[in-house]
Structures are given as C-alpha cells and as structure tokens.
C-alpha cells in the first residue's frame, strides 16, 4: 500500500459522507489534505475530526457550480501548500427522487447538472494544469452505479454520471502522456449519515439490491478511490471501477 506523504490532495464535497471518508483515508496515508465544501461550519467540523492539530488538513469554501470559485481555489491550494498532486471530484447531489422527466422542474434539472457534471470539468479545467505543473499525479471522478445503467425517477442524476464518464474517458486520452492518470468510481448505495436519517424499510430495500445483500461502506469506497490515486495502478487510466456489491452486473 503506498503512502502519499508530500503530496497533496483536494477534495470536493469533503465535509461529511464520502468525501470525508476520502479525506480520512488519504490522511492516513500521509497526504496533506485540502477539503473544499460550500457550507464553512461543518467543513471546519469534519476537518477538526480529522486533524485537529491542523498539521495536514486546510479547508476551503468551494462552490463547484462556479467556475470561478473552483478556479481560486485550485489557485489558493497551490499557493498555500506549494503544489497539487491529486485530485478527487466528489461533490454531487441526487435532486429530486421518483420524478419522471416530463414532471421534473428545469431549475432541479440545472442544479444537478451544475453540481455533478460541470463541478467536475471544472474541477479538471483548473485542476489537471495544477497537477503537470507539479510534477503530475491522479484524478479520480466519482460517477455512480447510475453511471452505467438507467433508473427511473432520477434521470438528471443519472444522466449527470453518465457524463462523468464521458469526460473521464476524454481527459484521461488527453492527459495520457502528460503525467496525470484519471479514473472513475461507480458506488453503488453506500452507508453515510445522510442514509441513516431514511426509515429503515427504505435503507433495508436498498441494502437488498445489491446481490451482496447490504450496501457499502464509506471506508471501502475510499480505499478504492486510493488506489486509483496511488501508483499500485500506475498503468490505469480511463478506467471505470464498479463498487456496487453486484448491482450493475445483472
């Protein structure tokens, strides 16, 4: 298992469910961590747990639906810690749930879209000139199960981690041979606080369909996400990685 010590790692979505569990684990791995997130207070929370010294861990308020609030901060992590060397776009939103297309707002529609898919084109814009111009380094894109399959009543969603796929596979050719590898992860439904505030017939139907019969945990799908960051897959680019229990390979 490789560590990540001097190297230095955003990612978005940060203060609470996977990206927090990102964070935790590239912390462990001796990476200094930025964590970006919109909302300032849990944030500086979720960073406190993770480093309350404050050695390793900075936080910035970051709005991935703005071009503008990405760029800087790509531009602030680079002037305060001296380079980037990884980069991990986690920040997403689901939208309205069991909604089909032709009843769906057009504001929730742009909202989706914004967060999930142009959150992470601008998150390469900026970042992957940041990662070359530090020696190189790794991308990982989190998609989704719905990435790769469709389901009714979330089609923004799912359209959305489509793309992330999409532009995954277009810079990954892009940046091949320009020091920088990017990958994507598809979880499937994953155990996070936000689940545990379901009624537990809703978390139990969802645990049932995966075929392993139970959902992930936040640690496995950031132990996955390491390793596409990490060069035990040095010669891993463009690729898709399922972490679904089974679920898309019915």
Not at 128 to 148: C, E, K, M, R, Y
Not at 171 to 186: D, M
């Amino acid at each position: 298992m490789q560590d990540f010590k001097h190297r230095v790692a955003l990612v978005t979505g940060a203060s609470t469910g996977i990206g927090e569990a990102i964070a935790a684990e590239l912390f462990r791995r001796g990476a200094t961590v930025v964590m970006t997130g919109r909302h300032a207070a849990p944030l500086a929370a979720a960073a406190a747990r993770l480093d309350p010294e404050g050695r390793r861990v900075m936080t910035l308020r970051m709005d991935v639906r703005e071009a503008p609030s990405v760029q800087q901060g790509i531009e602030e992590t680079v002037r305060r810690c001296g380079a980037l060397h990884l980069l991990v776009n986690n920040a997403g939103i689901t939208g309205p749930h069991e909604v089909d297309i032709d009843r769906y707002a057009v504001e929730d529609w742009h909202e989706v879209i914004a967060t999930c898919l142009s959150g992470t084109f601008f998150g390469m814009k900026y970042g992957l000139p940041a990662i070359v111009a530090g020696g190189g380094g790794a991308v990982v894109n989190l998609s989704s199960a719905n990435g790769v399959v469709g389901i009714a009543g979330i089609a923004p969603y799912t359209a959305a981690k489509h793309g992330v796929l999409g532009l995954t596979r277009s810079a990954a050719l892009e940046f091949a041979t320009r020091g920088v590898r990017i990958n994507a992860v598809g979880p499937g439904y994953v155990e996070t606080p936000a689940m545990g505030t379901l009624p537990a017939p809703v978390r139990a139907q969802m645990a049932a369909s995966h075929p392993m019969g139970r959902m992930a945990t936040r640690e496995e799908v950031a132990k996955t996400v390491a390793f596409l960051l990490s060069d035990d897959s040095s010669f891993t680019t463009g690729a898709f990685y399922s972490i679904d229990g089974g679920y898309t390979a019915r």
